[in-house]
């Protein structure tokens, strides 16, 4: 089976003037292509910096990321910004939606951003909220969906671009119980189906424990919890 990321001697350290924060002191890590990762810890162990640098929004101190065979670590800006919009989809906690567009407008906004004409994306947008169940909500705006509702938005979004992974920082921790579950149906119902490979950062236990593989981190390390 594939890898889509190799994590080897990952280190982020931040400074604060004199201060110096290790928050990723050593990560070691295998993502494999089609199944689902979960990254679980405590609050503030580190998750979202280490799905920041999956995800090229930020970079390592030390160590090296490899990404389908590329080092992230020796890409320009100029590169990390066409892979990630081609190749990596993001969901996050709060969603990010714009509140000025609709759901079918916000989940065509990764193919506009690559220079394609709206008339283009348009069936596009609509085959994907009709697949995550918003087939009748596509010009409603933000404010007039629901948690869920918004959430079901962002993970077509994150799918627009047919992304080779999916990058997920607590996609249900903003959700009650039930639309929770929804959301995690739907996230396994699409790699399942459609063979997506996740990685989901996560405080809920429940979630990991679903996971093919689950990875903890401790400490600033990974620590593998199992490896289906």
Request: proline share 3%.
């Amino acid at each position: 089976m594939d890898d889509i990321y190799i994590c080897t001697h990952v280190k982020r350290v931040y400074r604060t003037g004199p201060q110096i924060v290790e928050v990723l002191k050593d990560v070691n890590m295998t993502v494999r292509k089609g199944l689902i990762t979960a990254v679980s810890g405590v609050s503030g162990a580190g998750k979202t910096t280490l799905l920041n640098l999956l995800g090229t929004l930020d970079r390592p101190t030390g160590g090296s990321i490899q990404f389908r065979d590329k080092d992230l670590t020796r890409l320009d800006g100029r590169t990390l910004n066409r892979l990630r919009n081609a190749e990596m989809g993001f969901v996050f906690q709060f969603y990010h939606l714009l509140p000025e567009l609709t759901a079918f407008e916000n989940v065509m906004l990764p193919g506009l951003v690559r220079g394609q004409k709206r008339s283009a994306l348009a069936e596009r947008a609509t085959k994907l909220l009709d697949q995550v169940g918003l087939g009748e909500r596509l010009h409603h705006k933000s404010a007039e969906l629901s948690g869920g509702e918004q959430q079901r938005v962002a993970i077509a979004r994150a799918l627009f671009n047919e992304p080779q992974v999916v990058l997920a920082d607590e996609p249900t921790g903003n959700l009650d119980e039930s639309t929770s579950k929804d959301v995690r149906e739907l996230i396994w119902h699409l790699n399942r189906d459609r063979g997506i490979t996740f990685v989901i950062v996560t405080h809920e236990e429940s979630m990991a424990r679903q996971a093919d593989a689950w990875l903890r981190l401790v400490d600033g390390r990974i620590e593998e919890v199992y490896n289906k």
